[in-house]
């Protein structure tokens, strides 16, 4: 027998506006319609106790989509989140192999944090090492600058008294 493969053929702006239509067409279906559904569903109970307020249809989706998210969850067997695996194939001694592998690898990362935490530590030193002497390094020159201005300034009020007398 042989395989005969369909092949769908965008050409074009009608292609484009033909898949356009279509993933709408299946939004409405699969997503807002339901919505709807669970928005006049709500709002009629709403309607006979008045415990609850009344919900858009924003709100209905919302409520439709945690409710399929809930079945997949709760009732779901095909699709899985969580699986887990039996331990019975393996022996205690491959058991212990595997424990004390998570253990070192554990040891190493701990390790490695302690490492790049006391490089940081370093850098952050020398980062504030290198602070102080370029604050220094500004104070001895506002001393040097303050002590010419001193200087000059004497000078002038000895020229400036020279002058006067």
Request: aromatic share 6%.
């Amino acid at each position: 027998m042989k395989n005969r493969l369909n092949v769908i053929q965008i050409n074009g702006i009608k292609g484009i506006l033909f898949i356009i239509g279509a993933v709408t067409c299946l939004a409405a279906g699969f997503i807002l319609f339901p919505g709807f559904v669970m928005k006049c569903g709500w709002n009629l109970v709403s309607a006979f106790t008045g415990a609850v307020p009344t919900i858009g249809l924003l709100q209905g989706t919302l409520l439709w989509g945690i409710m399929v998210v809930s079945y997949l969850i709760l009732v779901g067997k095909k699709i899985k989140f969580v699986e887990f695996k039996s331990t019975d194939d393996l022996t205690p001694g491959e058991m212990d192999a595997v424990m004390q592998k998570i253990r070192e690898e554990r040891q190493a990362e701990q390790a490695d944090l302690i490492t790049k935490s006391i490089m940081r530590a370093r850098e952050l030193n020398m980062n504030a090492r290198a602070r102080e002497e370029m604050l220094n390094s500004w104070k001895a020159l506002e001393n040097t600058i303050n002590a010419e201005l001193e200087q000059n300034s004497e000078q002038n009020r000895e020229e400036h008294s020279e002058v006067k007398h």
